[in-house]
């Protein structure tokens, strides 16, 4: 690594340098008071908000940079006064924030051609719009091509502070982009940036990158085959780039801080079948291990010819503990999403939403992330009609009822949902300015996935009912209802029993896993055939993000020997507090499942204590189980590296431990940045193996 990356990573992420060029916060509604005296439309708003945090915006450079803009803007304005919201929720399902997010969107688009040809294609367009009448079509298209003046007009303001400040260089490249198609690597990632940038001004975010290392690879090749770089100053530029993921991630919102979607795909099969990983996904891998920071978070695409020594170089960046790369098998992945109906050239090229959900580039308006079922709390729910059960199988349907209602009230709640307009998106997305729409009402691919949480406690707790009720009778249905009823005050010696010897999922033991299995695929088989109100298909996954966390204080006592109110796994993991035999008896488990068929996303999270990765041997053998996961028909997996001694260490001592990284649900985080509740739970899954 360069002094000077060296230099610029302390600068942006420990002494978080950028702040003192931030400029002071605003109030929130001062636009939204003029959009509504106005009674603005919202594509209007969206774009007139655009435009003003770009001409907004200030130019900072940091001394010798190649690869320019950094946030000073901190209040993205609220495109809607709380009243007019209120009154938007009464006939719409408003999704999180209501604005465009946890897409990916495709680069190229712009990319390949420059701002300059994009706006007189717009210009084209728009003029054949008004010959047809279509004056609402053509006015959307002047709103797009204002919004592209105000992005040229900022990118003039950078090259204008580059020949200011004596640098001339990068005053040329900005001279070039975003106006022209980049016809370098450097060039490309600077016009990323910008792109990238621009997408968080605009108030939209979880923005992705998506398969990088596939539409950036022509630009590294064509420069390589020039002799302008080799792979040595191509790693330097990329760690300069990877530094500009962290210069306003503090900006972005999110659950906790890391929590931002700035996910990379890597690798992974192309449709003709060839492996795509090239020598661009090698070098990303290596600058994220060289930085050793949280963004962007590393996604790397597997399959069954994928070799040993890519898994290997996967498991030295888990061994720093950054959190990732996160895995995900093409072998069960793409055959899901075309079960799903995804067409097959999209399905093998997709890439992951913020977290974990399969998206597609430049296609998809899935809203991966738009509810989730709590297995735990059907069980949990169903257990007030335990008693009137004849037999285990009973009781299991009055499960399958309880999840079976759950889904109905979500499908019958996400109805009627309204997105914001996101016209600088919309650039990017497939058919938007041609049909002159916005991608907020649709595109290609509009599912919904819906997450589901605590499958371990319920398969657990199923396994504990059927064990100890109706095949040994050593418990009365009568007196596990009263244990559960009192949160186990006086039956701590049943809640012991429950707790430390009922059979648990992650023991490879078919008793209990095939319960997991027939409950995934029950929720699959709920959610068959059902589409929303956009046209689009429900789709279950085993994904958790902090509902795991949500779910945990509403869900009553459980039969595992679980209190009211304790935490549920983070995804598709083992309970809390099951003693399992080890990662691989883990592994054999929660590979059982048809994981096709809940290709919403979800990962197997495990957490591995640090001194595992010590040797080369042993980190040749966490390779290789994460490699046989894969091959037993797991669908995805993420690793933690992690000491819970450190952990206890950095809640006392916070300010020894600023680096600590850590993953949390589909993210990386500064550990002492995150919650204590989010802190204490990741310390709880460190003593499952």
């Known amino acids: 690594m360069r002094e000077k990356i060296r230099e610029m990573k302390e600068f942006f992420t420990a002494e978080k340098g950028q702040r003192k060029f931030w400029q002071p ?104 719009f008004l010959e047809e009448g279509e004056e609402g079509r053509a006015h959307y298209l002047k709103l797009q091509t204002e919004i592209i003046d105000s992005v040229l007009n900022l990118a003039e303001r950078y090259r204008q502070q580059a020949q200011a400040q004596g640098s001339p260089e990068l005053a040329a490249l900005l001279a070039r982009v975003p106006a022209l198609a980049p016809e370098s690597f450097l060039e490309a990632l600077q016009m990323f940036r910008i792109l990238h940038f621009t997408m968080w001004c605009g108030g939209n975010y979880h923005n992705t990158v998506g398969r990088f290392d596939q539409y950036m690879y022509p630009y590294l090749a064509g420069d390589m085959e020039r002799g302008i770089l080799d792979e040595d ?131 998809g308006m899935d809203i991966p992330n738009i509810e989730a079922v709590s297995f735990a709390g059907a069980v949990a729910d169903a257990m007030e009609r335990l008693e009137e059960c004849e037999s285990f199988e009973d009781f299991y349907g009055i499960v399958r009822e309880k999840l079976c209602g759950q889904v109905e009230k979500i499908c019958a709640r996400v109805r009627n949902v309204c997105l914001f307009p996101a016209p600088f998106l919309s650039l990017m997305m497939d058919g938007c300015c041609e049909k002159g729409e916005d991608v907020s009402a649709g595109c290609r691919y509009n599912n919904y996935g819906i997450h589901g949480t605590g499958v371990s406690t319920a398969a657990d707790s199923l396994a504990a009912v059927k064990k100890y009720v109706y095949e040994e009778k050593s418990v009365s249905a009568a007196e596990l209802c009263g244990a559960l009823g009192k949160d186990f005050a006086g039956y701590e010696e049943l809640c012991r029993r429950l707790r430390n010897e009922a059979p648990k999922m ?139 001694d450190t952990m206890l260490d950095a809640q006392r001592n916070p300010e020894n431990y600023r680096n600590l990284i850590v993953r949390v649900w589909g993210w990386s985080g500064y550990f002492v940045e995150l919650d204590r509740e989010y802190q204490d739970h990741i310390i709880r899954r460190m003593e499952l193996v």
């Not at 949500?550 to 679980?562: I, M, Y």
């Open 506 to 644: 992650g023991n490879h033991d078919d008793f209990v896993d095939n319960i997991a299995v027939r409950l995934l695929g029950d929720f699959a088989d709920i959610l068959e055939g059902k589409r929303n109100d956009r046209g689009g298909r429900f789709r279950p996954g085993t994904g958790s993000a902090m509902y795991y966390v949500w779910h945990g204080r509403e869900v009553a006592a459980t039969p595992d020997g679980r209190y009211k109110g304790e935490g549920l796994a983070a995804n598709f993991s083992p309970s809390l507090f099951a003693k399992c035999q080890g990662p691989v008896s883990i592994i054999q488990s929660f590979s059982k499942p048809d994981l096709k068929r809940t290709v919403n996303g979800g990962p197997l999270t495990l957490e591995l204590h640090d001194t595992v990765f010590r040797t080369e041997q042993s980190v040749e053998k966490v390779a290789m189980l994460v490699k046989s996961f894969m091959d037993m028909g797991g669908h995805q997996l993420q690793l933690n590296a992690v000491n819970r």
């Open 233 to 363: 100053s191509a790693l330097d530029l990329l760690e300069e780039f990877f530094l500009t993921f962290n210069r306003d991630s503090d900006l972005y919102p999110g659950m906790q801080q890391g929590d931002n979607g700035q996910s990379m795909v890597l690798g992974g099969l192309l449709e003709d079948g060839s492996d795509g990983y090239n020598l661009l996904s090698e070098l990303c891998l290596k600058a994220a291990l060289n930085l050793r920071l949280i963004d962007p978070k590393i996604n790397l695409r597997v399959h069954k010819d994928t070799p040993l020594e890519v898994y290997r170089l996967g498991t030295e960046m888990t061994k720093q503990g950054l959190g990732f790369p996160q895995y995900s098998n093409d072998d069960v992945v793409i055959p899901g999403l075309m079960d799903l109906g995804y067409e097959r050239a999209d399905a093998y090229n997709y890439v992951v939403a913020a977290c974990w959900e399969f998206i597609i580039p430049g296609k």
């Open 25 to 128: 916060e605003e109030d929130e509604y001062l636009l939204a008071r003029e959009f509504a005296a106005e009674g603005l439309p919202a594509e209007d708003r969206s774009a007139r908000r655009l435009i003003y945090v770009l001409e907004k915006e200030r130019p900072m450079l940091f001394p010798g940079e190649r690869i320019a803009y950094t946030r000073t803007v901190r209040t993205i304005p609220a495109l809607f006064l709380p009243k007019e919201l209120e009154e938007l929720k009464k006939e719409h399902w408003i999704h999180e924030r209501g604005e465009v997010c946890n897409i990916n969107v495709d680069y190229a688009a712009l990319m390949g051609t420059g701002l300059d040809a994009k706006r007189k294609e717009l210009e084209e367009r728009r003029q054949s």
